[in-house]
């Protein structure tokens, strides 16, 4: 299937902690799998993103964790920041029919306290 | 600046009414997107466009329609038998959609809201 499970819902984190956001995919034609991060009333814009040819890809505060045997990748936030309060979309990017597709996570909507 | 525009920001649809999206890009890419996003829900495919002239349905494709007459512009079109369409309303678009490593830039989006 093309879906991409997404957790948790929302998120609560204390400034400097760590976010953690988790996703699952089950169809290995997926191939690029991107993060998005949206502010209210704005539209997505790209975080970070990682092949599943490679485990981690770090940019700055941002770290996505990728599992292919598990179909697994989640996303962490190092020393979390208020500025860093919106909703974090997962994705996956693959070929199905003849057309490319990018499946989106359901959305966590992080909160970072002061 | 080379971006994606959506307009209106915010479009109110009477009951019966068919409302029209617009989508405009000069980045030049060939594949075009439109997304809903409701609460909760994150965002579901409704149309997308490898070509000009050619689209084809998404996930969510019933009750809407597009047209891809020019490569820049990907009108959205909510027709009267979108039974619940309030919505937020985001269009995207990427240099190619069979490549991989290709990023979706997404614009501000479009608020529905029947009344």
């Known amino acids: 299937q093309q879906q991409v499970k997404q957790s948790p819902q929302s998120l609560i984190v204390q400034k400097g902690g760590i976010s953690i956001i988790n996703c699952a995919y089950e169809?290995?034609?997926?191939?690029?799998f991107p993060w998005y991060q949206q502010f209210p009333g704005k539209g997505p814009a790209l975080l970070i993103a990682?092949?599943?040819?490679?485990s981690e890809k770090k940019e700055g505060r941002f770290t996505i964790s990728f599992n292919k045997s598990a179909k697994q990748f989640s996303l962490h936030i190092m020393d979390s920041q208020p500025g860093d309060s919106a909703t974090y979309f997962c994705a996956a990017s693959g070929v199905f029919g003849s057309a490319r597709q990018l499946t989106f996570g359901s959305g966590t909507q992080l909160t970072v306290l002061p | 600046d080379g971006g994606i525009t959506q307009s209106p920001k915010y479009l109110f649809r009477k009951e019966g009414q068919n409302v029209t999206l617009s989508c405009e890009q000069n980045?030049?890419?060939?594949?075009m997107y439109w997304y809903r996003q409701d609460p909760g829900q994150g965002l579901r495919l409704i149309y997308y466009?490898?070509?000009?002239?050619?689209?084809q349905k998404g996930d969510i494709a019933e009750g809407y329609s597009v047209s891809r007459e020019k490569k820049e512009s990907f009108p959205l079109t909510v027709t009267s038998a979108q039974k619940n369409p309030t919505a937020f309303y985001l269009c995207?678009?990427?240099?190619?959609?069979?490549?991989?490593?290709?990023?979706?830039?997404f614009g501000q989006g479009t608020r529905l809201t029947v009344v």
């Open positions: 169809n290995t034609a997926f191939d690029y």
């Open positions: 466009s490898q070509i000009v002239n050619d689209f």
């Open positions: 995207a678009s990427s240099p190619s959609g069979g490549q991989m490593n290709t990023e979706a830039f």
């Open positions: 980045l030049n890419h060939d594949a």
């Open positions: 990682i092949r599943p040819d490679v």
